[in-house]
């Protein structure tokens, strides 16, 4: 069998030797080096000559094979480990006969809450990296989100960020089919229990905290919780809501919660469950006087209600949600929210899909990220009610019957 420097010896350089080509000289290695790679020639799993030896029979300094060799890392087509030596990656020739070089973006949504800073992020960091970028919607349905990571196995993409499904939990077996296929996985937002890969979360339980925090900043001891879904996420922003009211003194009561249907992620489709929920806790005697919701687009949907009701805000009622930093609608930018970088978030699982990709870190890389929150005021958080004027619950519940009627 001919070792790796007798098969790079035997083919000529693409395009000559000449000073004149018109392409770069590390690019027509390059080339050279993924023609031998798609012809079979350098099997996955081969050790690549040093750059010294490289150097040699290209004639060419190593400063241009090193070159050569970082676009093709980036590439995802070999893979470099230290004290070892530079080898072609188990699926390059996949990846070259496809012509295609994609990076997946798995998430529960597209249109609302994190999702659009997200997508757009990740999609201009795999571009400046020369990959193509996919989409996939899961609904946060765990089996189409089993479907969609079929078919990116099928597909041979180079590497998957995933907003894991939470209603119920993503299975590790759906993550590790990825892994096992040489597939680098990015989890971001949440954890999957038994898998080891990289994390960008978010801190669900000091985000409740800070949520918390403001509204009891602003003297509100009467507060009501809304969420999509009952999920280990949304346990967490419980606790941190809870521990920040318990400083005060203040219980949040089980009547003053809600959670929608598990699995949905339609603020739509929970409309009609949200506004009966707003007007059963409203109706109360001791009805609340400030809301927090886990999701922004929810608290759209709660601030269109209240409005709808005849309620301003923050004069007679206070709502905070959680979402991204960037302010994407005119409504957004009223509502008050802890906030998160989405931005920063894609721009970070990008550079982390090409490192495991370029064997710059192994594919199992227990390495996790918090990103870090903070309040944004908006127009929708102010002092409670009561330090306003005195409250007119009798008004309040006209308000609603008329709605009703």
Request: proline share 6%; aromatic share 4%; hydrophobic share 35%.
């Given at each position: 069998?001919l070792s ?11 395009d ?18 993924k023609?031998?790679?798609l012809e079979?020639?350098?099997?996955p ?14 004639e ?23 004290g ?19 990076l ?6 597209v ?7 997200l ?12 990959n ?9 349905n ?23 499904a939470?209603t ?46 403001a509204?009891?900043?602003?003297g ?6 809304f969420a ?11 606790e ?17 919660c ?19 929920a707003?007007?059963r ?16 687009s929810?608290?759209?949907?709660i601030?269109?209600?209240?409005t709808?009701?005849?309620?301003r ?6 709502l ?11 409504l ?12 920063q ?6 550079q ?12 199992e890389?227990p ?5 870090p ?6 127009m929708?958080?102010?002092?409670v009610?009561e330090?306003?004027?005195?409250p ?14």
């Open positions: 069998m790796a420097s007798e098969l790079l010896e035997s083919t000529s350089l693409p000559g030797r000449e000073s004149n080509s018109s392409r770069a000289k590390y690019e027509r290695i390059q080339d050279h080096l023609k031998q790679i079979g020639s350098l099997p799993g081969t050790a690549l000559p040093s750059e010294q030896q490289l150097a040699t029979l290209f060419s300094a190593r400063s241009t094979i090193r070159q050569a060799m970082g676009m093709l890392e980036r590439e995802g087509l070999v893979s470099r480990v230290q070892k030596g530079t080898f072609v990656h188990e699926n390059a020739r996949q990846r070259l006969a496809s012509g295609l070089d994609i997946a973006l798995v998430i529960p949504e249109l609302s809450g994190y999702y659009p800073s997508q757009h992020s990740f999609e201009e960091s795999s571009s400046q990296s020369q193509q970028m996919l989409v996939c919607c899961t609904r946060n765990i089996d189409k989100q089993g479907n969609a990571i079929l078919q990116l196995i099928d597909n041979q993409v180079g590497g998957v960020a995933i907003v894991p939470s119920p939990p993503t299975p590790a077996y759906q993550i590790r089919q990825l892994q096992k296929a040489g597939i680098p996985v990015v989890l971001c937002h949440r954890p999957v229990e038994g898998i080891t890969a990289p994390l960008l979360g978010l801190p669900f339980e000091q985000i409740g905290g800070m949520a918390g925090e509204l009891v900043k602003q509100h001891r009467r507060v009501s919780f999509p879904h009952c999920t280990q996420t949304t346990d967490l922003y419980l941190g809501f809870r521990k920040a009211l318990a400083n005060v003194d203040c219980e949040l009561p089980a009547d003053h809600y959670f929608g249907t598990d699995g949905t992620i339609d603020m739509q489709e929970l409309d009609n469950e949200i506004e009966a707003l007007k806790i409203l109706s109360q005697p001791d009805r609340p006087t400030a809301i927090f919701t886990s999701f922004d929810m608290a759209e949907r601030y269109l209600h209240l709808k009701m005849g309620l805000m923050p004069d007679d009622i206070s905070i949600g959680v979402g991204d930093q960037i302010r994407h609608s005119v957004q930018q009223q509502i008050a929210s802890v906030t998160v970088n989405e931005t978030l894609g721009h970070r699982a990008v982390l899909l090409n490192q495991m990709r370029s064997g710059e870190l192994p594919i890389t390495e996790t990220s918090i990103m929150a903070e309040v944004y005021t908006g929708t958080l102010g002092p009610p330090m306003i004027k005195p007119n619950q009798e008004t309040l519940n006209q308000r609603i019957q008329s709605i009703e009627t």
